[in-house]
């Protein structure tokens, strides 16, 4: 089922870089498997995918571990609490939500004690609807945290993540991927050379993001099937 699942969405975003004119080789594909097993994730590697996202630290760790015969990429999507900054710079080799410049500077010192000589991917979260329950940094405040987190050293910074406000239609969803976009661009040049990757796009509007200029689309339930708690 996940084998065909996967193959499926894979022809799906074939489609859409082709409908917007773009290589199929600049958007790859992150699946999410919090709350997923590690055998699934284990059935999701042998279908092609190399990178997952999870959202809950211990429950992320666990299966790190248990999975660590396997060449996985381990990205941290969800919202970071002060105290878990050290697991994530330990375990995880990409974190996409970085929204102020303390976090910033606490996952520079921890990646410094546990992998100095191994920079930690980050991106920064956007929340252009500026949201009050939602994590992100607003477009004002933006190019202030990039040039604080390009300023440290066991970080390299690769670009923006955005999540759309909740049950917002096609049009709303499709001028917030706009808005990301057009930033990511602005901001290149403080970006450097490693400046890459626009993380956005999930289950229900990645074939919108792909069109938008998304590089590295979030996928869970489109290719897992409908989540199922663990416990």
């Given at each position: 089922m996940i084998h065909e699942q996967i193959q499926m969405v894979h022809r799906a975003i074939?489609?859409?870089c082709d409908s917007s004119g773009r290589d199929n080789g600049s958007v790859r594909v992150l699946a999410v498997s919090k709350t997923r097993s590690s055998a699934e994730i284990r059935l999701a590697y042998d279908s092609g995918i190399e990178n997952f996202g999870e959202n809950y630290v211990q429950e992320a760790v666990q299966k790190i571990h248990e999975l660590?015969?396997?060449p996985l990429t381990w990205h941290y999507i969800g919202g970071i609490?002060?105290?878990k900054t050290k697991?994530?710079?330990?375990y995880f080799q990409w974190v996409h939500s970085i929204d102020r410049a303390n976090i910033a500077s606490r996952l520079n010192a921890a990646r410094a004690e546990f992998r100095p000589n191994n920079p930690l991917n980050v991106c920064l979260q956007l929340n252009l609807d500026e949201e009050v329950q939602k994590s992100g940094v607003s477009a004002r405040d933006v190019e202030e945290l990039l040039r604080h987190t390009k300023q440290l050293t066991h970080l390299r910074v690769r670009g923006f993540m955005t999540i759309p406000?909740?049950?917002a239609d096609s049009s709303f969803v499709q001028e917030g991927f706009r808005q990301a976009a057009e930033l990511f661009r602005k901001y290149r040049d403080i970006g450097d050379d490693?400046?890459?990757?626009?993380?956005?796009g999930m289950s229900n509007d990645f074939a919108i993001a792909v069109a938008e200029g998304a590089t590295l689309l979030r996928l869970g339930t489109v290719l897992f099937g409908p989540r199922v708690s663990l416990q």
């Amino acid at each position: 089922m996940i084998h065909e699942q996967i193959q499926m969405v894979h022809r799906a975003i074939e489609v859409a870089c082709d409908s917007s004119g773009r290589d199929n080789g600049s958007v790859r594909v992150l699946a999410v498997s919090k709350t997923r097993s590690s055998a699934e994730i284990r059935l999701a590697y042998d279908s092609g995918i190399e990178n997952f996202g999870e959202n809950y630290v211990q429950e992320a760790v666990q299966k790190i571990h248990e999975l660590r015969d396997l060449p996985l990429t381990w990205h941290y999507i969800g919202g970071i609490q002060s105290n878990k900054t050290k697991d994530l710079a330990r375990y995880f080799q990409w974190v996409h939500s970085i929204d102020r410049a303390n976090i910033a500077s606490r996952l520079n010192a921890a990646r410094a004690e546990f992998r100095p000589n191994n920079p930690l991917n980050v991106c920064l979260q956007l929340n252009l609807d500026e949201e009050v329950q939602k994590s992100g940094v607003s477009a004002r405040d933006v190019e202030e945290l990039l040039r604080h987190t390009k300023q440290l050293t066991h970080l390299r910074v690769r670009g923006f993540m955005t999540i759309p406000k909740p049950n917002a239609d096609s049009s709303f969803v499709q001028e917030g991927f706009r808005q990301a976009a057009e930033l990511f661009r602005k901001y290149r040049d403080i970006g450097d050379d490693n400046w890459d990757t626009l993380s956005m796009g999930m289950s229900n509007d990645f074939a919108i993001a792909v069109a938008e200029g998304a590089t590295l689309l979030r996928l869970g339930t489109v290719l897992f099937g409908p989540r199922v708690s663990l416990q």
